[in-house]
T-cell receptor, first 114, second 114 residues
Framework: EPEVTQTPSHQVTQMGQEVILRCVPI?????FYWYRQILGQKVEFLVS????????KSEIFDDQFSVERPDGSNFTLKIRSTKLEDSAMYFC????????????FGAGSRLTVL | QKEVEQNSGPLSVPEGAIASLNCTYS??????FFWYRQYSGKSPELIMF????GDKEDGRFTAQLNKASQYVSLLIRDSQPSDSATYLC??????????????FGGGTRVLVKP
């Protein structure tokens, strides 16, 4: 079964450092997303990406965050200067075009900011 | 602020019984409704989706939607210990051409006891 692949599975970084989380969406999917889940809290939407541009972003997705699809397969989330409160599990997801818009999630990248 | 509310649980059910999970949402314009299962430390895994009023069955799972009451539920029949997980309700708002974000509830933790 097709799956969304995320790397790294766990990253530890120092506050203020830049982090790039990588995702390979399902190959025929058109919409790409990043969500995050702080330990013990809800899954929160960060950003959606379609046709090589951001289609929607949440208020969490401020100037410290950026996304890119550098080639035909990868989708990345960059955090420019990490803060302690960025520690969370970051999930990449992708979906086909369709009314129900079913999202398939990757296994997640756990980010720990010290 | 669009909200999705769930009872956090834990909902304790004996093996073989029916587990009943509820979810309410605030955005009356919501179009699609999803149930995800999340094991501890893992990513959300789609169980089923529903977008028409009424019931939808898939194996041991039945989703029920009542848009007038802004209420969606999930029944798990013949509950198994492997069903022990957190169940996330997610709601999709107005359909847009460039994809849509999901708003998640906080999840209901289900414990199935042998």
């Amino acid at each position: 079964e097709p799956e969304v692949t995320q790397t790294p599975s766990h990253q530890v970084t120092q506050m203020g450092q830049e982090v790039i989380l990588r995702c390979v969406p399902i190959s025929n999917h058109l919409y790409f997303y990043w969500y995050r889940q702080i330990l013990g809290q809800k899954v929160e939407f960060l950003v959606s990406f379609y046709n090589n541009e951001i289609s929607e972003k949440s208020e969490i997705f401020d100037d410290q965050f950026s996304v890119e699809r550098p080639d035909g397969s990868n989708f990345t989330l960059k955090i420019r200067s990490t803060k302690l409160e960025d520690s969370a599990m970051y999930f990449c997801a992708s979906s086909l075009q369709g009314r129900a818009n079913v999202l398939t999630f990757g296994a997640g990248s756990r980010l720990t900011v010290l | 602020q669009k909200e999705v509310e769930q009872n956090s649980g834990p909902l304790s059910v004996p093996e073989g019984a029916i587990a009943s999970l509820n979810c309410t949402y605030s955005d009356r314009g919501s179009q699609s409704f999803f149930w995800y299962r999340q094991y501890s430390g893992k990513s959300p895994e789609l169980i089923m989706f529903i977008y028409s009023n009424g019931d939808k069955e898939d194996g041991r799972f039945t989703a029920q939607l009542n848009k007038a009451s802004q209420y969606v539920s999930l029944l798990i029949r013949d509950s198994q210990p492997s069903d022990s997980a957190t169940y996330l309700c997610a709601v999709n708002g107005e359909i847009k051409a460039a994809g849509n974000k999901l708003t998640f509830g906080g999840g209901t933790r289900v414990l199935v006891k042998p």
